[in-house]
């Protein structure tokens, strides 16, 4: 691990399934979700200031769920909704623990949480607060991985910390492939014409336009986030 931080800023891509009970996918576990949050706090207590972007994937997805009959624009406005709720939780978590977070929402719902905008988002994180930018971008067909992406670059983060269940981004599958080989780096252009799907195309082409680093890591190991966040070779750096 680096002796000195290398980011004074991070966006964090968490799915929803990191809160849930491991092996469920489904629903968000309390002890679980108080481990997630005890990982985050040491973020902020190695001086980062922290951005999150958390799925909603625990509790509704398109993708699962095609042959509802639920359209596409109605599916996503749940899946929005699911992060919304994910966001709440979270943030009540990293308050249990002394932590100041804000949750600033793409879609408009004050009882909850405070509408996103970038100044004052920004605002949040220079005081040190915890930000979790809820509701995806706020639009249909657009992944919570495109909004992560986004609000990096809104925010003016240093990296994007994607947290996966694998150790980094693999030439195919690990889990079905024992051959599979582990990039420790690899460019934009290439993941992109390997269409190696740790992150959707759009994230991976907006990150690459604007020369965001990406560190794609295994969130099931606890010292992996720490790591990642100080610049640690741990997983997968896309650059």
Same mark, same amino acid.
């Not at 966001?87 to 100041?100: C, K």
């Not at 804000?102 to 605002?123: D, G, K």
């Given at each position: 691990?680096?002796? @000195? ?7 964090? @891509?968490l ?35 922290v ?10 997805r398109?993708?699962?769920?095609t042959?509802?009959?639920i ?7 749940m ?14 978590a990293?308050?249990?623990l ?14 909850l ?5 970038r ?5 949040h ?6 930000v979790?930018?809820a509701?995806?971008?706020g639009n ?13 670059l ?7 910390l ?14 079905t492939?024992?051959?599979? @080989?582990l ?12 269409h ?21 890591f ?8 720490l790591q ?5 070779n ?6």
């Amino acid at each position: 691990m680096p002796k @000195k931080k290398i980011y004074r800023r991070v966006m964090l @891509k968490l799915s929803g399934e990191a809160l849930s009970k491991e092996g469920k996918g489904q629903g968000i576990n309390q002890s679980v979700l108080h481990g997630v949050a005890n990982r985050i706090g040491e973020l902020t207590h190695n001086g980062l200031q922290v951005a999150i972007v958390v799925g909603g994937g625990n509790i509704w997805r398109f993708r699962d769920t095609t042959e509802s009959g639920i359209e596409r624009t109605s599916s996503d406005a749940m899946g929005m909704l699911a992060t919304i709720m994910n966001s709440v939780a979270l943030q009540a978590a990293l308050e249990s623990l002394g932590h100041t977070t804000r949750v600033l929402s793409a879609i408009n719902v004050p009882q909850l949480a405070e509408q996103y905008i970038r100044r004052r988002a920004i605002r949040h994180l220079e005081k040190g607060r915890v930000v979790i930018c809820a509701g995806g971008t706020g639009n249909p067909y657009f992944t919570t991985d495109s909004a992560a992406a986004l609000r990096a670059l809104e925010l003016n983060c240093d990296v994007l910390l994607k947290a996966t269940n694998v150790d980094g981004i693999y030439d195919k599958d690990p889990r079905t492939h024992k051959s599979a @080989k582990l990039y420790t780096r690899i460019g934009y252009q290439d993941a992109i014409e390997q269409h190696l799907n740790v992150m959707d195309q759009a994230a991976f082409s907006l990150c690459a336009e604007q020369k965001l680093p990406i560190r794609v890591f295994n969130f099931a190991k606890k010292a992996a986030l720490l790591q990642a966040a100080l610049g640690g070779n741990v997983g997968t750096l896309v650059s």
